[in-house]
């Protein structure tokens, strides 16, 4: 499990801008990874939202952003749509897919027994892959 001052682990997945080494993609800088349970949901629909908004103050302070959710990256991109519909930007940072449950395990999020496929999980099976991580490796 992580804690204060421990190294953030690196891992390999598919995003909205591409694939990324996790730590060759945060580089030299700090890293937010944010999580959300499912795409679509109201809240993290307006957190995203938001947070694009922020998207030039957090460069200022080169921290990289980047989001988590447990569905693929083409539901990702009809998700930016829709955030960009409620929120009035699309957000421009990449949204991690984590359809195989992979990152949230790793990260604790989910129990290692929560299956290895985010087909048929609700919002509320989901519901500890909320969580907001801070790091520089």
Known sequence: MLKINSMCPDFQAKTTEGDISFHEWLGDSWGVIFSHPKDFTPVCTTELGALGLMKD?????????????????????????????????????????????????????????????????????????????????
């Not at 009809?78 to 992979?102: C, F, H, M």
């Open 57 to 137: 103050e957090f460069d200022k302070r080169n921290v990289k952003v980047i989001g988590l959710s447990v569905d693929g990256v083409e539901d990702h991109k009809k998700w930016l749509d829709d955030i960009k519909d409620v929120s009035g930007t699309k957000p421009n940072y990449p949204i991690i897919a984590d359809e195989e449950l992979k990152v949230a395990k790793l990260f604790n999020m989910l129990e290692g027994d929560a299956g290895t496929t985010s087909m048929g999980r609700t919002a509320v099976d989901n519901e500890t892959v909320r969580t907001i991580f801070c790091n520089q490796t």
